[in-house]
């Protein structure tokens, strides 16, 4: 089984990929109308997807890797620059900016019955940043114990993005536009830091193959 540490850093890059706080408004645009047990069943339905989506590349991210060529390392390194960019967004708020323009985009083509896929499981909170995250963690929890692990947090991480919504409207007003913006960098710092980890271990693994 992993250690402590290996866990903790694991739930810390998925939750700040996936990034609750920041869908709690997002989540309350794409609803607009839907009465509470309508949002409800929305809550649920993404949650479920989203963590379906993510534990296929949980398990099987290696195995999707090498049809493509692509090893590991050459991931981890790509990953972690992904990752880089969406933590500058974050910190200079651009992330943001563009997921309200993907729930815009849903709402006025009156998708309100397929929300819950699109935009909100896909790409909202599993997007290409958790996605990748969870290929490169999964390459440092081998065996099923391990990645049995991986998926258990990641179903945590889930559950938390699941009460957020739930909670989304009591959120948005005690957190406000000043309480979002602090939270937003603060995490953005923090996924910033991780993905120079990930870059530094994966051009570590890089030099030392043969």
């Known amino acids: 089984m992993p250690s402590f540490d290996s866990l903790f850093n694991a739930f810390v890059t998925i939750l700040v990929t996936i990034d609750p706080p920041g869908l709690a408004p997002l989540f309350l645009a794409v609803t607009r109308g839907m009465n509470r047990e309508e949002r409800n069943q929305v809550s649920v339905r993404a949650s479920i997807i989203a963590f ?3 534990a296929v590349f949980a398990i099987a991210g290696a195995s999707i890797l090498s049809v493509f060529g ?3 390392p050459a991931f981890r390194v790509a990953g972690g620059f992904l990752l880089f960019f969406i933590a500058f967004e974050m910190v200079f708020e651009r992330r943001q900016d563009r997921k309200e323009k ?3 985009v849903a709402v006025t083509k009156d998708m309100i019955h397929n929300i819950a896929a699109f935009p909100l499981a896909i ?3 599993a997007g290409p940043g958790a996605i990748s995250a969870t290929v490169l963690l ?3 929890f081998p065996g099923f114990g391990a990645q049995a692990a991986l998926v258990g947090i990641i179903a945590i991480c889930l559950v938390i993005t699941y009460l957020v919504f739930v ?6 007003r005690i957190l406000g536009q000043t309480g979002r913006s602090i939270l937003t960098r603060l995490l953005g710092v923090i996924l910033a830091a991780l993905a120079v980890q990930f870059v530094a271990d994966g051009v570590k693994a890089l030099m030392a193959a043969p």
């Open 52 to 54: 379906l989506v993510m």
């Open 70 to 72: 692509i090893t590991l």
């Open 123 to 125: 790409p909202l909170i």
């Open 138 to 140: 999964a390459g440092s």
């Open 102 to 104: 993907i729930g815009d």
């Open 167 to 172: 909670l989304a409207e009591r959120i948005d």
